[in-house]
């Protein structure tokens, strides 16, 4: 195990954030999750995987839970049945058996995409054995199910709902900020100023073009994992200013988010961006019907589809924008599965389906092989039992509602229920494990402990007039 100079920071800003209120290392932890191409420690022992920054973060916020009083046992409770933790705890429980098992189990029995740091692994197939996927990737699983019983604890704790929000807020800006300086930094030639920050033993593909584009990577390692991301806070600061919470930044954040997943020539976020203003635009049509609607409600609702078609028709007005818009398209969406990538990871479902059918429904383990969606990593590699579990958690922390919260507590919800929306899309989209990433669960944690949380006594102040001091 190596410590690189960038994770040294990392641990002494952790150690502080022990000393300091949990707000501290909620800003921390949050900020960290942009850092997808930084490695914070190399664990030599497992082919060099990496160990990023917000992983390595974790590890202080459980320590915080444990030294915090009260806070273990309000995080503990969210594994209460019928709790979304008891169903995300079945599921990790089953996993990590899974992970030891079934590749002993089934070993020879079919044959997977493994998970390996090996060149040439991801495109050919091994009959399958006990790899070290098996390893990383259930340690990866069990860090998001401590993910969500910290932030659910979080979540409970009143005092810390604001924090939450300015602290994904501040996570939207950031991202936009990572933008700017890889594109200028690759414009100008200087992306080496970045290798600090993309120092992980990935491949970088930060210096990809399409049709002439630059393809906007930010802070990760790639388009996809970028427009992951991106997708996220899209939704998180969409649906605040939805819910009319600091309505002029949020607005602001989820707009120039919306640009640049649009120019990040991703393939996960055209599909992504497209369902998910369908989802919400059909959100805010309800809320207009049942007199919940703001004031961005209704613009949203009057002005989305006439923007979008002025858009449309602005570039198909001019012929070269129009010709350069259809190939981006096909190239990035339309003809993307029979391309030699799509080609690849169709076959990647494809065996992940033939994994579940070879093991009677037991699945591979976790870890065990790959797939390019979620829907089939889960049924490859947890079965039927996994899938059942997930399945039922991911709805439960989508679907849960109650009312009568206080106004901010009620929109961070939201907002952290669509934050995990846009993470499940992007999964079923392009993710290759079941782990759907630390901030789909962190979000998940924070939507369920708010619901939980005793309500505030109710303000008389409309959501729409809610603005930051400094703006007043």
Same mark, same amino acid.
């Given at each position: ?5 960038f994770?040294?920071?990392?641990? !002494? ?15 921390? +932890? ?8 930084a490695g914070?420690?190399?664990l030599?022992?497992?082919? %060099?995987?990496?160990? %990023? ?9 459980s ?8 806070? !273990?046992? #309000? ?11 008891? $169903? ?8 990590a ?13 079919t ?9 040439g692994?991801?495109?050919?197939l091994?009959? !399958? ?5 098996? #390893?990383? *990737?259930?340690?990866?699983? =069990? ?10 604890? +979080? ?8 924090a ?18 890889d594109?200028?930094?690759? $414009? ?23 049709l ?11 388009? %996809? ?5 991106s997708?996220?806070?899209f ?5 605040? $200013?939805?819910?009319?919470?600091y ?20 393939? &996960?976020?055209?599909a ?15 809320a =207009? ?5 703001t ?5 949203? /609702?009057l ?9 449309? #028709?602005a ?17 990035t ?14 076959s ?7 994994n ?12 065990? &092989? ?8 889960i049924?490859?590699t ?16 989508l ?34 494990? #079941?782990?759907?990433? @630390?901030p ?5 944690g &924070?939507? /369920? ?6 309500a ?8 729409? *007039? @809610? ?6």
């Amino acid at each position: 195990m190596s410590i690189e100079p960038f994770g040294a920071v990392v641990i !002494l800003l952790g150690l502080l954030g022990l000393l300091l209120d949990a707000s501290f290392l909620i800003y921390l +932890f949050i900020i960290s999750t942009l850092l997808g191409a930084a490695g914070a420690v190399i664990l030599t022992s497992f082919g %060099s995987a990496n160990l %990023s920054p917000a992983h390595l973060l974790l590890g202080f916020l459980s320590l915080k839970i444990l030294i915090d009083r009260g806070r !273990l046992p #309000v995080a503990l409770s969210g594994i209460a049945f019928p709790r979304e933790g008891f $169903w995300l705890f079945l599921t990790v429980a089953y996993a990590a058996a899974g992970a030891y098992i079934m590749p002993r189990l089934f070993e020879g029995v079919t044959d997977v995409f493994a998970i390996s740091r090996d060149p040439g692994s991801s495109t050919t197939l091994w009959a !399958l054995h006990p790899v070290t996927g098996n #390893v990383t *990737q259930t340690i990866y699983f =069990i860090g998001d199910f401590v993910c969500f019983l910290v932030f659910y604890s +979080f979540g409970r704790d009143q005092r810390l709902t604001r924090a939450l929000c300015y602290a994904g807020m501040l996570c939207g800006i950031l991202n936009l900020a990572f933008v700017v300086v890889d594109l200028g930094t690759y $414009w100008t030639g200087t992306a080496e100023l970045l290798s600090f920050l993309r120092n992980a033993s990935y491949r970088m593909l930060d210096d990809v073009e399409i049709l002439g584009l630059k393809r906007i990577v930010g802070s990760f390692t790639e388009a %996809s994992a970028f427009a992951y991301a991106s997708l996220g806070l899209f939704a998180f600061t969409g649906k605040l $200013w939805l819910r009319g919470i600091y309505p002029g930044l949020n607005g602001v954040i989820a707009l120039l988010t919306l640009i640049a997943l649009l120019a990040s020539t991703s393939t &996960t976020a055209y599909a992504g961006v497209g369902l998910l203003l369908a989802w919400e635009y059909l959100g805010c049509l309800k809320a =207009i019907r049942d007199g919940r609607g703001t004031s961005a409600c209704v613009v949203f /609702a009057l002005l989305g589809p006439l923007l979008a078609l002025l858009a449309i #028709v602005a570039v198909a007005l001019d012929h070269a924008s129009w010709l350069f818009a259809q190939d981006l398209l096909n190239k990035t969406l339309f003809d993307k599965l029979t391309s030699s990538s799509g080609m690849e990871r169709s076959s990647w479902n494809s065996q992940a389906l033939a994994n579940f059918i070879a093991t009677s429904g037991f699945g591979v383990g976790v870890g065990s &092989t790959r797939a390019s969606s979620l829907v089939f990593a889960i049924l490859g590699t947890l079965g039927v039992f996994g899938s059942v579990t997930y399945g039922v958690f991911i709805v439960n922390v989508l679907m849960r509602r109650d009312a009568g919260r206080d106004w901010l507590v009620d929109a961070l919800r939201a907002a952290a229920q669509s934050a995990c929306l846009a993470a499940l899309i992007a999964g079923c989209i392009a993710a290759s494990f #079941v782990d759907i990433g @630390l901030p789909f669960f962190l979000f998940a944690g &924070t939507a /369920a402990g708010l619901r939980d949380s005793q309500a505030s006594p109710a303000t008389d102040a409309p959501a729409d *007039q @809610l603005q930051p001091e400094w703006a007043r």
